[in-house]
Every structure is written in C-alpha cells, then in structure tokens.
C-alpha cells in the first residue's frame, strides 16, 4: 500500500525569523507571506485575541491559494502596560520601544493558525514568553540601531540565542521570541499531523 506523501508545509509570513527556525528544523516549506495589512493593536486589550486574529487573518489570505497543504501562519507582538508594542516604523520609532522596554520586563505574545487544505483542519493557539530587555546607553541604543537588526522586529529588536548582550529571556521559549514556538509546533505536528 503505497504511503501518503507529506503535506506540503506553506509559511504565510515573510518573516526571516520564522523562516530561519523553520530551515534549522529540516522542514521543507513554501514562503506565500499573507500581504495583510496587520492591525496596529491602538485599541488591543485582550493581548491572546489580539496575536490570534491577526495570525487567523494571515491564514484566511493564503488558505484559498492552495487545493492542499498545510498553511503555517503566525504574529508575534510585544505586550507591556496593557499595550501593544509591534513593529517599529523607522529608527527614531525603534529609538522609542527600545527606551519603553530597556531595564524591564515584558510579555512577547505568538498567536499561531495552522489550516490543513483540503479537509479544512484547524488547530490555533496563543503562546507567550517573559523577555528583559537592558536598558541601553546612548552609545548602545546609537550601534544597535546602526545595525538594523530591528528591522520588521516587533519590540524593535532581534534576540540572539546565545549571549545577548540587550535582551534575555525570562521564562518561556527563545524561539517564540524569534518568531514561531518551535516546541509547541513540533508537538502539535506529532499530536495532529504526524
């Protein structure tokens, strides 16, 4: 009896994070990111509603492109003061987050979708990881932002996994903080997918 090809992984992001992580697991996958225009989470007040819509309306977007497949998408924002701290629009706004975020801790939230085509499958959850960010020097915060490591981060920086100099996970999963729960994602594709 011949057995079922694998399914054919599609990532609705164009997010080098998600991809990165994605790579270093050895899964073979398709990038179709979602093309949304994101909600900017001004009025967010239930932080899990607001990373599992946004991540639901990605997978709505590229869903209908494919007959079969199994479409990954994902948002990731920074939670603190009951407010939404996402992507930064340029230097001086980056400049801003990090100072809102340096010397404390806050929450970074995941909402993740995964949507099997053709059967219609879909399992969706919401993941957070407690992450201090240093409070930077002028001269710091002047060569971080001139590496542009910020660029399309929420909470305007990119996490290294080893020896961060800025920024330090809490509690929680390094790899949410890079984009995708990769722990929880493996499980869920032995629990349903495997």
Same mark, same amino acid.
């Given at each position: 009896m011949a057995t079922q090809p694998p399914l054919r992984l599609?990532?609705?992001?164009?997010?080098?994070?998600?991809r990165y992580l994605l790579e270093r697991a050895g899964?073979?996958?398709? %990038?179709?990111?979602?093309?949304?225009?994101?909600?900017?989470?001004?009025?967010?007040?239930?932080?899990?509603?607001?990373?599992?819509?946004?991540?639901?309306?990605?997978?709505?977007a590229i869903a209908p492109c494919f007959e079969a497949g199994l479409i990954l998408a994902a948002d990731t924002v920074g939670w603190i003061d009951g407010k939404v701290?996402?992507?930064p629009a340029d230097a001086d706004d980056a400049r801003r987050i990090l100072r809102t975020l340096g010397g404390r801790e806050h929450e970074l939230w995941t909402?993740?979708?995964?949507?099997?085509?053709?059967?219609?499958?879909?399992?969706?959850?919401?993941?957070?990881?407690?992450?201090?960010?240093?409070?930077?020097?002028?001269?710091?915060?002047?060569a971080y932002l001139a590496t542009r490591q910020w660029e399309g981060c929420s909470g305007?920086?990119?996490?290294?996994?080893?020896?961060?100099?800025?920024?330090?996970?809490v509690s929680g999963s390094?790899?949410? %903080?890079?984009?995708?729960?990769?722990?929880?994602?493996a499980d869920v594709f032995r629990a349903h997918f495997g």
């Amino acid at each position: 009896m011949a057995t079922q090809p694998p399914l054919r992984l599609i990532l609705a992001s164009g997010s080098r994070g998600r991809r990165y992580l994605l790579e270093r697991a050895g899964l073979a996958f398709d %990038v179709h990111p979602a093309n949304i225009d994101e909600p900017t989470g001004a009025d967010a007040t239930d932080i899990r509603h607001y990373v599992h819509t946004t991540a639901w309306m990605k997978a709505v977007a590229i869903a209908p492109c494919f007959e079969a497949g199994l479409i990954l998408a994902a948002d990731t924002v920074g939670w603190i003061d009951g407010k939404v701290i996402g992507k930064p629009a340029d230097a001086d706004d980056a400049r801003r987050i990090l100072r809102t975020l340096g010397g404390r801790e806050h929450e970074l939230w995941t909402g993740v979708v995964l949507w099997r085509r053709p059967d219609g499958l879909q399992i969706g959850w919401q993941e957070m990881t407690r992450v201090f960010v240093k409070a930077l020097t002028d001269q710091e915060m002047d060569a971080y932002l001139a590496t542009r490591q910020w660029e399309g981060c929420s909470g305007a920086y990119a996490i290294q996994e080893e020896n961060d100099p800025y920024v330090r996970v809490v509690s929680g999963s390094v790899s949410n %903080v890079i984009g995708l729960p990769m722990e929880t994602l493996a499980d869920v594709f032995r629990a349903h997918f495997g």
